[in-house]
């Protein structure tokens, strides 16, 4: 990945009633969704001076995104696909298992122009409150899937380690997907003449990627939780025996996450065009973003907020 200056900007942090709101998506109205680890799903105005619960999963929700419908698409990470209606909080589940078999960590997603809908399940071996096992372990057991219009899942890649944030082009010619233990985005071709073939969009990023997101300005916006942690790093090369034994260590012992507020913004060749970062003393470890008209929206599992970039792009 080139290298590009970073920018410091400036924060506006906006509380949730709820604790982890870890990732957003923006209305056409300028309505920004996210959902805290008690399973609600809550609605801020753009001026963040009113906010609403719209619905609950009972679960714990992820990755957000709108459907043609009009409804909500949350990757829940107990309960799979779903799809919440933010008038009457109705849910219905669209995805719970593939092939047989039940998808364990439900985290991000994109909608296709066809009615196909693109999610990661991050692991096959930890559940979400374990994932700083699965990343230590360096399972490689995530996997992209797709949802069908007519409820067919099937795997696109498999392999991943750590599936996470997941987005498309604006062309429709690829899809994305975020490795956060590889710290690279794997990308699919879907149509041209590379159709069906997978490279990386990004690779040796300068920190972890969560979930990812295709911005109105045609970029793919890409949070990092935090900076390379060199620990981390050795565990993970590791033989097999030593990262069992190291995600089993108490979590003080264990490598941790470095705080930190930044973002990325690549173009279809995976070049850098922003490198935005910001105090993480007021917020840290992004997991959502959400660029729409030049406004940039971050969401964080760690964090009982959403924030906003004050920035204006050249």
């Given at each position: ?85 933010t008038?009457?909080?109705?849910v ?27 999610f ?11 994932w ?53 985005v ?82 279809d ?46």
């Amino acid at each position: 990945m080139a290298r590009l200056a970073r920018v410091k900007v400036a924060l506006t942090v906006v509380p949730v009633p709820g604790h982890g709101a870890e990732d957003v998506v923006v209305d056409e109205q300028g309505a920004v969704f996210t959902g805290t680890d008690d399973g609600s799903v809550w609605r801020i105005r753009d001026d963040g001076r009113r906010i609403d619960r719209v619905g609950a999963t009972g679960g714990r929700p992820l990755g957000l995104e709108l459907l043609p419908d009009g409804r909500l698409l949350v990757c829940d990470a107990h309960r799979g696909l779903l799809a919440l209606d933010t008038g009457t909080g109705a849910v219905e589940p669209l995805a719970t298992h593939v092939h047989g078999e039940r998808i364990l960590v439900c985290n991000n997603a994109a909608v296709h122009s066809s009615g196909a809908i693109y999610f990661s399940d991050s692991s096959r071996v930890f559940p979400l409150e374990r994932w700083r096992a699965d990343l230590v372990e360096s399972t490689g057991t995530g996997r992209l899937l797709r949802r069908d219009p007519d409820g067919t899942v099937d795997v696109v890649l498999d392999g991943l380690r750590f599936a996470n944030g997941v987005a498309l082009s604006a062309d429709e010619a690829y899809v994305a997907v975020a490795e956060t233990g590889g710290r690279t985005v794997v990308r699919r071709w879907l149509a041209g003449p590379r159709a069906g073939r997978v490279d990386r969009l990004a690779e040796d990023l300068p920190g972890y990627p969560d979930n990812i997101a295709r911005g109105s300005d045609g970029l793919i916006w890409v949070t990092l939780a935090s900076p390379r942690v060199p620990s981390l790093e050795r565990v993970m090369r590791a033989p097999v025996p030593v990262r069992r034994v190291s995600s089993r260590l108490p979590r003080r012992l264990q490598p941790a996450p470095v705080r930190s507020a930044r973002v990325v913004a690549l173009d279809d060749a995976g070049e850098v065009v922003h490198d935005l970062s910001a105090d993480p003393a007021s917020y840290h470890m992004v997991t959502g973003v959400r660029e729409r008209l030049g406004r940039v929206w971050l969401g964080s599992l760690e964090e009982s907020a959403v924030a906003v970039m004050e920035w204006a792009p050249v």
